[in-house]
């Protein structure tokens, strides 16, 4: 079955990095684009950064523009998210999602497979 499992969150301090992966399985990586999103309680999901499935094409919400870069592995199953100059305001749950369809890659509802989420805390 389709799966994915994101890992490499925890606790950084303002300014440090941290780099997330996200293991697929179940479907072949090469032919699906891949977004991360994130969460915090009381909010809704914010896309964050996407890749395309052919070209490598990606995008990043402006806030993150800069210091989060998202790359792939087909041959490793996997897609990274590499967080740099950490914010507080960067603290949440993050995902990883297979897209499915849709118009514009920020909207949720366009992915049909979810990772568990793993925890990112940036503090001091």
């Known amino acids: 079955q389709v799966q994915l499992v994101e890992s490499g969150g925890g606790l950084v301090q303002p300014g440090g990095s941290l780099r997330l992966s996200c293991v697929v399985s179940?479907?072949?990586?090469?032919?699906?684009?891949i977004g991360w999103f994130r969460q915090v309680p009381g909010k809704e999901r914010e896309g964050v950064a996407y890749?395309?499935?052919?070209?490598?094409?990606?995008g990043y919400v402006d806030s993150v523009k800069g210091r989060f870069t998202i790359s792939r592995d087909n041959a490793k199953n996997t897609v990274y998210l590499q967080m740099n100059s950490l914010k507080p305001e960067d603290t949440a749950v993050y995902y990883c999602?297979?897209?499915?369809?849709?118009?514009?890659?920020?909207?949720?509802?366009?992915?049909?497979?979810w990772g568990q989420g793993t925890q990112v805390t940036v503090s001091s």
């Open positions: 999602a297979r897209r499915g369809g849709g118009n514009y890659w920020r909207d949720a509802s366009g992915y049909d497979y």
């Open positions: 179940g479907f072949t990586l090469d032919y699906y684009a």
């Open positions: 890749i395309s499935s052919s070209d490598g094409r990606t």
